[in-house]
């Protein structure tokens, strides 16, 4: 059952056994497969996206889970870099909704960034980040999505999304939502199914930085067992075809020693964003979450 490997793996006495998370580092051919993509479709965006060149990208398909995917890491350091800057500062910003917002823990013209980073920092506002919505919001208490609350999703982040997607096969696919989800060391994100946006039929795309996860993905129901994946700064995954209804969660964050988003000693950037994000993301995950809602041709909700 989903909820019994949840509780294993969330466990911290005692902690759980590893040993049968599948890890896409280390890639053993009963779990994935390699998926090859045409290089041929590589366009000067990558570097403006912060991604390395198509030749260095591992995609794989997972035997026993169809129609996920992921894409290993295709992000340079800096690149990396620059998508937590963005997911920290600009994208916790009005118009878009944080859970600090949603709570009134700031006052009105206050941004969640200058209230933790300015001249005088609410250190405690810092680890209360948990979530923004971006585009069309995802409205917690119903599950729905609504054309009254909506914002312009950012351009930055609609078109690496859909460059990605073109580029893994998903022509078609548009960028209307956006969840960030926001993780401490000792967070977790309980079972559930995505299934509020109106054309189901559309991949879900997530994108990690910073501290590693366990993801855990079942079945369309509760009681199916579920499978352990590694995630890992950079990692975007796909919930594409008959993965896409299946319960998933993320029951433990764990320190990733080997800080995909630093880069080499003489290279990092020393920008003064940089050092108050590298410090939040010792202890922290970023999940950002991206969904098509409406149907092809659907103008509106
Ligand atoms: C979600 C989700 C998974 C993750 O936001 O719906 O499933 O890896 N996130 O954080
Ligand atoms: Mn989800």
New binding site residues.
Partial sequence: MFKDSFKYYKARKPPPNLEHVIDPMKPSNKNVRKMNVDFQSETGLGVKFGLKSMKEWNIYEFINIPGLILLQNPFTAKGQQEWIIKCLKEYTEKPNITNIDAHGLLSNNETWWDTCFGTMPRKDLLSRLRWTTLGYHHNWDTKHYSENLKSKMPNDLKDLIEYLARILGFQEFKAEAA?I?Y?KMNST?AG?T?HSEAYLEAPLF?I?FGQA?I?LIGGLKQENSAHALF?RSGDV?VMSGNSRLKY???PKILIDESKPWSSMPNSSINNEDWQKVNAYISDS?I?V?VRQVLKPGQLNL
């Fill in positions: 969840i989800n993780y994100l559930h995505d997530s990690s996860a993801f995630l995954l998933h969660g993320v995950r999940n979450n």
